[in-house]
């Protein structure tokens, strides 16, 4: 499975939307992107995932680059609960889950 | 629905000691059942997965062991812990070739 590339930390104000980078360079043909976050002291969550297209649901939107490379989730009004750890994983989607963690991304937002 | 459970929530344990952590989930058949380890600051480590009763794959070597006796029931388990072991323990399940994982809500386990 292809690495990701997430800063370790960002900040928002609370109502903004917040944009999460993810860098996956090596990502190949067949690699779904995977969003999940992670309240502090809690199981992760699953938020959304895309191959190509862009992707909306009711807790955020995908947008992935044409070459695949990158892709960003944006929260588009954040709020105070959406303080977490945000991480980006890069899968060949089916065949078994077992989902690579890396650090993520710590997403404060504030008033 | 759907539900995960997993206790105890934290746990306090001596060095040497054994460890069982059980996990069982609601409302599925056949789900595919995960443990993950998380040390303070650090991401999550797959270790272990498991498709059915009975089959396990281990992630890491290490010095913890898992069992699947029921379709719905997981298992973590250690005969004597180690300091290295302390960390948040999560149990996850998901359905078929669903990347969807559902995390339990955790364990902390403290090895002293």
């Known amino acids: 499975d292809a690495k990701t590339t997430q800063p370790p930390s960002m900040d928002c104000a609370e109502g903004r939307a917040a944009n999460l980078p993810c860098n996956h360079s090596?990502?190949?043909?067949?690699?779904?992107v995977y969003w999940y976050r992670q309240i502090h002291s809690q199981g992760p969550q699953y938020i959304i995932h895309?191959?190509?297209n862009n992707e909306t649901n009711e807790m955020a939107s995908l947008i992935i680059t044409e070459d695949r490379k990158s892709s960003t989730l944006i929260l588009p009004h954040a709020t105070l609960r959406d303080t977490a750890v945000y991480y980006c994983?890069?899968?060949?989607?089916?065949?078994?889950?077992?989902?690579?963690f890396g650090t993520g991304t710590q997403l404060k937002v504030e008033l | 629905s759907q539900t995960i459970h997993q206790w105890p929530a934290t746990l306090v344990q001596p060095v040497g000691s054994p460890l069982s952590l059980e996990c069982t989930v609601e409302?599925?058949?056949?789900?595919?059942l995960y443990w993950y380890r998380q040390a303070a600051g650090r991401g999550l480590q797959l270790l272990f997965y498991?498709?059915?009763?009975?089959?396990i794959s281990s992630e890491v070597p290490q010095n913890l062991s898992a069992s699947r006796p029921q379709d719905r029931q997981f298992i973590l388990s250690s005969k004597k812990l180690l300091l290295s072991d302390s960390g948040f323990y999560l149990c996850?399940?998901?359905?078929?070739?669903?990347?969807?994982?559902?995390f339990g809500s955790g364990t902390q386990l403290s090895v002293l």
């Open positions: 994983i890069v899968k060949v989607g089916g065949g078994g889950n077992k989902l690579t």
């Open positions: 409302g599925t058949s056949n789900p595919n």
């Open positions: 498991s498709i059915g009763i009975g089959q």
């Open positions: 996850a399940w998901s359905v078929g070739r669903n990347e969807k994982l559902f």
């Open positions: 090596t990502i190949s043909g067949n690699e779904y």
């Open positions: 895309g191959l190509k």
